[in-house]
């Protein structure tokens, strides 16, 4: 089992920048798939990115590719979401979440642990 705690978040202007960090407890968090998801104020929770246990392969959202970068430090238990040019549209609460697998996988329920979630507010 893993415990993930997200960080990071917080206010930020328009056009400005954000990182995110998700550390997992214990020492398997290298063999986990790690996805960042959202969910706005309103609506359901969207797949961000994803990333595979070795960070040899990532997956994005096709609204988001550019501007949102997701990256692993097994040797730390984290991983990262590096989001710039953020807009209004990005303000929600981020989770990251864990799946035994092999691949990224954009549906929540291929997702074995999340964390509580960090709040994002992009003001325009």
């Known amino acids: 089992q893993v415990q993930l705690v997200e960080s990071g978040g917080g206010l930020v202007q328009a056009g400005g920048s954000l990182r995110l960090s998700c550390t997992a407890s214990?020492?398997?968090?290298?063999?986990?798939?790690i996805g960042w998801f959202r969910q706005a104020p309103g609506k359901e929770r969207e797949f961000v990115a994803g990333?595979?246990?070795?960070?040899?392969?990532?997956y994005y959202a096709d609204s988001l590719k550019g501007r949102f970068t997701i990256s692993r430090d097994n040797a730390k238990n984290t991983a990262y979401l590096q989001m710039n040019s953020l807009k209004p549209e990005d303000t929600a609460v981020y989770y990251c979440?864990?799946?035994?697998?092999?691949?990224?996988?954009?549906?929540?329920?291929?997702?074995?642990?999340w964390g509580q979630g960090t709040q994002v507010t992009v003001s325009s």
């Open positions: 214990g020492r398997t968090f290298s063999i986990y798939t």
């Open positions: 979440a864990a799946r035994r697998g092999t691949s990224t996988k954009v549906g929540l329920d291929e997702y074995d642990y």
């Open positions: 990333i595979t246990w070795n960070g040899g392969g990532t």
